[in-house]
């Protein structure tokens, strides 16, 4: 039997990176997978299958969000699995971003979670395994130049983890996070094109990991889907580090 067979799961964020990664892993253990994400028109991806379907959601609208649950229900019977994963980075230190851009991360980051999980509740409440995992990021707990408001953002995804974790471990619905490094994401590429020299800016991330390199898509989705699993019945509140040693090693 495969762990996550009869289960649903709904990724945001999943038509690229992480997000996409993480989708294909949880179809792979058995789960029916509803990618959501902004990417899509409003009537959905063309790539529907029975065991994935793609779903129009902008996180930061609470109508398309409650929407794009609900064709979840109504596609798959329920929801057993949330993947907050949707998310935006930003580059300057405290005085390069004005009010707007402070709005516009965490609207994403944090306040997203909090709508799509809301929406997603009344269905995680009614499965027999229940499990929400948050993609946070080692700026949670690790300064890093050039950040302020992503590592804002990532620090407050922490802390909700945390809470939330606390508010539903009663309705048996666990919460957990995972903590990536510097991963090989879209975004990433979009970092070091705007770079004066790629080359050197791609070995600058890589140098600052422990482990030398940047961590895959593939290695966040598999402590997202241990995370998600009924296998891992016991574990809640969790914030997983997957950042080649970034937070916990000194090795200079």
């Not at 974790?165 to 919460?175: F, L, N, S």
Request: hydrophobic fraction near 50%; include cysteine; aromatic fraction near 2%.
């Amino acid at each position: 039997m495969i762990e996550l067979d009869g289960l649903v799961a709904a990724v945001t964020g999943g038509a690229s990176g992480i997000g996409a990664a993480t989708v294909e892993l949880l179809r792979k253990r058995g789960a029916r997978v509803a990618v959501l994400d902004r990417a899509f028109g409003p009537g959905g991806g063309a790539a529907d299958r029975p065991d994935r379907i793609e779903v129009a959601c902008d996180v930061t609208d609470d109508a398309t969000v409650r929407a794009a649950i609900a064709r979840v229900g109504a596609a798959f019977g329920g929801l057993d699995i949330l993947v907050n994963n949707a998310g935006i980075g930003s580059i300057g230190d405290i005085s390069d971003n004005d009010d707007a851009e402070w709005q516009r991360v965490l609207d994403v980051n944090v306040v997203g979670i909090a709508r799509v999980t809301r929406a997603a509740l009344p269905h995680l409440r009614a499965s027999a395994h229940p499990a929400i995992v948050n993609t946070c990021s080692v700026v949670a707990s690790v300064g890093v130049p050039q950040r302020a408001v992503y590592s804002a953002s990532k620090g407050a995804v922490a802390a909700l983890t945390l809470a939330m974790a606390a508010d539903h471990v009663r309705e048996g619905i666990r919460v957990n996070a995972v903590l990536p490094g510097t991963a090989d994401t879209p975004w990433i590429g979009r970092l070091l094109d705007q770079a004066p020299d790629p080359v050197a800016a791609l070995a600058a991330l890589r140098a600052r990991q422990p482990m030398g390199r940047l961590v895959t898509a593939d290695e966040v989705a598999h402590a997202i889907a241990y995370l998600a699993s009924p296998l891992s019945a016991s574990t809640t509140g969790t914030l997983l580090a997957v950042d080649g040693g970034m937070a916990g090693l000194r090795v200079g």
